[in-house]
């Protein structure tokens, strides 16, 4: 078949032969082309699956350790004087009316929870306030400590009186709601 | 009507043209051929056997070489060449016209030539011209040739009658009748022309076809690179329909390829929420251990670099933390050159990890700027509760 089509094409007139050649040659150029940018998405997309695979896999591996760390971490509380958001907001509020600090606003964040453990975060701001009674709030919310504690802590002069002071924190609880097995 | 594709491919490769001439234009000579040797002097066999047949011609021929068309038969191993030639102007204008682009163009006792015979063979080739006796000796090229013109009305006995005239001319062990036209076609080497003649066939190489051809040799030197050109394009033809062949693959690989991936995916998302739940137990246990283990000191923080403990005229704006051991204070002074003196106090602090004073500014006497002050871990101790 090979010798056939050979003879065709070698009886053809010099421009049909170069048409050919040419025609096939664009076709291959363009079909390359096409070729070589499904190829690179394929294999960037190949790469990141690979990778995305493997950092899974990594996660699944490392499964009962990391059970094993929250559990060690929530064996340092009791569960009975953990709290939950509401308690949180609650006894934040005895906290600061106890400190001197009026008219709280308290804020509830995104709860992070997995299964018996649960973090709640808020977000406590207060204005208008002098130093001192600040201060007897903090050490009073770190008496709670680890059961209440402070993770972010933003004070600043108040712009119309110097001398007073807003003041806003992220303050979460944790909260173990069934026993540890 | 048009044959389809695959019959023209069944048919097989288009035959050579070859246009056999009249063998009774020619004048034919058998002459004797010395080799020097192989490849000496730069010539091959066949370019010594060619300049002697040039040589031969010229000393033979009533006209110089460019008014004949000549060319020579003569197999490798040979101590003789069987020469021909033909007086340009006995071939009309329209007759050479139709040559163009013919792959041979020869006596047509070259197709007989070329047979493999015993010795002592003779062969009578008919034609409707006359009737060519071809006589081999004990050698593979014809020793002698002979042709006779006959008339279109003469008769099977007339015939009969010249042909054993010619006879009369060998002394033969064996005689072959040819009676039919030679059909020409490519054998299966490259380069090769098979001559079918009645029940026996002859062979004659790519070598041996460039010689035996009698047309000008600059025109078939030019007709051989022209050959060489479509030899190139058709290896280009090759390649180009390779390559086609490769990708077709290729697609076939990348096609493969993506059902592979898909399975992947699937396994991707079918174990991401187990992975999102892991990492998020993660977080919590992070998040519990900071709090059970780590406690955030800002008090003792803005109290250990307070200004005030040296009497400086900084004035703290806002103080946020940065972490559990970093503090971002926005500072103001009305005297500027105290920045420098608070700022090497703070170093001497043994707690301070590092101490940053950046963004510095001026303004109606007035200049702010922003401490960076990172605590070494633990360094910080909490106050005393307050009773």
């Known amino acids: ?73 929530a064996a340092a509380f009791k569960s009975d004087e953990t709290l939950d958001g509401t308690r949180l907001i609650a006894a934040l509020q005895n906290i600061a009316a106890s400190s001197g600090l009026n008219n709280p606003s308290i804020n509830g964040l995104q709860d992070l929870s997995v299964e018996q453990f649960a973090v709640h975060p808020v977000q406590f701001t207060v204005t208008k306030v002098s130093f001192e009674s600040l201060v007897t709030f903090v050490n009073a919310v770190q008496q709670r400590n680890p059961y209440i504690g402070i993770e972010q802590f933003q004070v600043m002069a108040d712009k119309a009186n110097p001398a007073v002071l807003n003041a806003s924190m992220k303050i979460s609880s944790v909260e173990i709601t069934k026993g540890i097995p | 009507m048009c044959a389809s594709p695959l019959e023209i491919l069944r048919a097989g490769p288009p035959p050579p043209r070859v246009v056999l001439l009249p063998d009774g234009l020619f004048f034919i000579r058998s002459i004797p051929v010395t080799l020097d040797g192989e490849g000496t002097e730069g010539q091959t066999h066949e370019q010594q056997v060619s300049s002697q047949v040039e040589f031969a011609l010229e000393a033979s021929s009533p006209f110089p070489l460019l008014n004949l068309y000549y060319g020579h038969f003569w197999l490798p191993g040979e101590s003789h060449a069987l020469i021909y030639a033909s007086y340009r102007r006995r071939f009309a204008a329209e007759q050479t016209d139709s040559w163009e682009g013919a792959d041979l163009i020869c006596p047509a006792f070259i197709a007989a030539a070329a047979m493999s015979v015993e010795p002592a063979t003779t062969a009578l080739l008919t034609s409707n011209e006359g009737i060519t006796a071809i006589h081999w000796t004990t050698q593979k090229v014809p020793q002698k040739i002979i042709f006779q013109a006959v008339a279109a009305d003469v008769t099977d006995e007339q015939k009969n009658e010249i042909k054993t005239q010619l006879l009369k001319n060998f002394e033969s062990l064996k005689i072959v009748e040819i009676t039919s036209a030679s059909q020409a076609s490519w054998s299966s080497t490259e380069g ?63 096609i493969g390829g993506g059902f592979w991936q898909n399975t992947r995916k699937i396994k991707l998302n079918i174990q991401a929420p187990i992975v999102s739940e892991i990492m998020n137990r993660q977080e919590v246990a992070n998040r519990i251990n900071d709090l059970s283990t780590r406690r955030l000191l800002p008090i003792e923080m803005i109290q250990a670099i307070s200004p005030k403990k040296k009497s400086y005229s900084i004035y703290f704006s806002s103080v946020a933390t940065n972490g559990l051991y970093g503090l971002t204070v926005e500072a103001q002074t009305p005297n500027a050159s105290e920045i420098k003196n608070y700022e090497n106090d703070l170093r001497g602090i043994p707690a301070c990890q590092s101490v940053v004073i950046k963004n510095t500014q001026s303004r109606n006497n007035i200049t702010t700027f922003t401490l960076v002050v990172t605590f070494t871990p633990n360094a910080i101790k909490p106050n005393a509760p307050t009773p």
């Open chain 2, 192 to 254: 090769e022309i098979d001559f079918s003649l009645n029940e026996t066939k002859s062979t004659i190489n790519a070598v041996g076809l460039r010689y035996a051809d009698v047309r000008d040799k600059g025109e078939l030197a030019a007709l051989q690179k022209a050959k060489a050109r479509d030899r190139i394009l058709w290896n280009g033809v090759v390649v180009a329909v390779g390559c086609f062949a490769l990708l077709a693959l290729c697609e076939l690989f990348l």
């Open chain 1, 1 to 73: 078949m090979i010798r056939t089509l050979k003879g065709l094409f070698l009886t053809r007139a010099l421009r049909e032969k170069l048409l050919l050649l040419v025609l096939l040659l664009i076709g291959v150029a363009y079909w390359f082309s096409s070729f070589l940018g499904r190829a690179t998405i394929f294999m960037t997309e190949q790469s990141h699956t690979t990778k995305s695979l493997a950092n899974q896999a990594r996660w699944i591996a490392s499964r009962s350790a990391v059970q094993k760390q929250a559990e060690k971490a």
